[in-house]
């Protein structure tokens, strides 16, 4: 899960707008903004702003730092 927060800082810490990142990927603000409310970056996409934003822990950003397990009748008697 994508961490907008820590992203929409990298991208004003670097001096630019969701509209310039929009650009660089070559897509519309608006398509820009609905991926970013739904994790809909693609790899491609999350590697140029990457490489662009200087992300040292792009994990932080682009993954979530839980994982939950629901436990359920078939996990229960997992060793």
Do not use: W
């Amino acid at each position: 899960m994508l961490d907008a927060n820590k992203l929409r800082g990298a991208i004003v810490q670097n001096g630019y707008t969701q509209k310039d990142m929009a650009k660089l990927l070559g897509i519309t603000p608006k398509t820009f903004y609905a991926k970013m409310a739904t994790s809909g970056f693609g790899i491609d996409e999350a590697k140029i702003l990457i490489d662009h934003l200087n992300i040292k822990n792009p994990c932080d950003i682009f993954f979530a730092n839980d994982v939950t397990l629901k436990v359920t009748d078939k996990t229960k008697n997992i060793s």
